[in-house]
């Protein structure tokens, strides 16, 4: 049976026509009969001209109380996915291949059982997505794979993944995303709990570039973004068992230091209250 997609594009303080997501999205060669695009645009002052995007076949939401990225997803799974569909997560700054959801649809043809499928992703000279993960620490692979692997001890950035509606919409769960997490943590804590509750996922034969702003911003930026990631982490294992929070802390602290020698500053040693 052929695949249908729902694909989400959160935009912020550009008009998303111009973001290379929607761009790239819309230059794929898959039938428009079997992918419904939603442009949510959490943009404070919007710049979309939403009849526009109507006129083009988009769907459009906007919230300029600029939502976390997890209430965005709760509510799309719960109020716009359908549960033939699998829920495509975009930014708006990632480059698709021409060929992805073709890739993806053929994917989940000869995978039906399994309900994630990540692409490779490429940011700065590496392979950043998905990665080798443990209790907060990631470890790039030095080159791409593909095909069906265990779940557990792997990690993923939400732009990109595919996952089915039967996983997100199963036993009638009304929160998939935990929406104290507001943009940093949201895609671990979702592949934390795939991997309690599947086996296996599959990584594409797909290679995507993005843009990871961390490694291009300034000294202060950094340390601002690193000190949201470590009370994203807090979060996130708060009802782990004892031995990972302590694990995950130990690992936080290590980097803290880690960045603090690297860019010669005390501030990655804050922590965000």
């Excluded at 939403?50 to 459009?60: F, H, I, M, S, T």
């Excluded at 996915?81 to 700054?93: A, I, T």
């Excluded at 309900?115 to 992703?121: G, S």
């Amino acid at each position: 049976m052929s695949t249908r997609f729902l694909a989400l594009i959160v935009v912020y303080g550009t008009d998303p026509v111009d973001t290379t997501s929607l761009q790239t999205l819309l230059a794929n060669e898959f039938d428009r009969g079997r992918r419904r695009i939603l442009v949510w645009d959490n943009s404070p002052t919007p710049k979309a001209d939403a009849k526009q995007l109507q006129r083009a076949g988009l769907l459009y939401r906007s919230t300029p109380e600029n939502l976390g990225l997890s209430i965005i997803y709760n509510r799309v799974i719960a109020q716009e996915l359908r549960p033939d569909e699998h829920l495509l997560l975009l930014d708006q700054d990632t480059v698709l291949p021409a060929t992805y959801l073709a890739n993806a649809d053929a994917a989940i043809r000869q995978h039906p059982d399994i309900d994630l499928f990540l692409p490779m992703i490429r940011a700065n000279g590496n392979w950043v997505s998905p990665l080798d993960y443990y209790l907060g620490w990631g470890r790039y692979w030095p080159a791409p794979r593909e095909g069906r692997m265990k779940s557990g001890r792997i990690c993923a950035i939400n732009s990109g993944m595919v996952i089915a509606a039967r996983y997100l919409q199963e036993d009638g769960r009304r929160q998939i995303y935990d929406e104290l997490l507001r943009f940093y943590g949201t895609d671990t804590q979702f592949m934390l709990d795939y991997s309690d509750r599947r086996d296996e996922l599959v990584v594409l034969d797909a290679r995507l570039e993005h843009d990871l702003s961390f490694f291009s911003d300034s000294v202060q930026e950094r340390a601002r973004k690193f000190a949201e990631m470590r009370a994203a982490y807090r979060q996130i294992y708060v009802r782990r068992p004892l031995a990972q929070r302590l694990g995950v802390a130990a690992v936080m602290t290590a980097i803290s230091l880690l960045y603090a020698c690297r860019y010669r500053s005390l501030r990655f040693l804050r922590r965000q209250t």
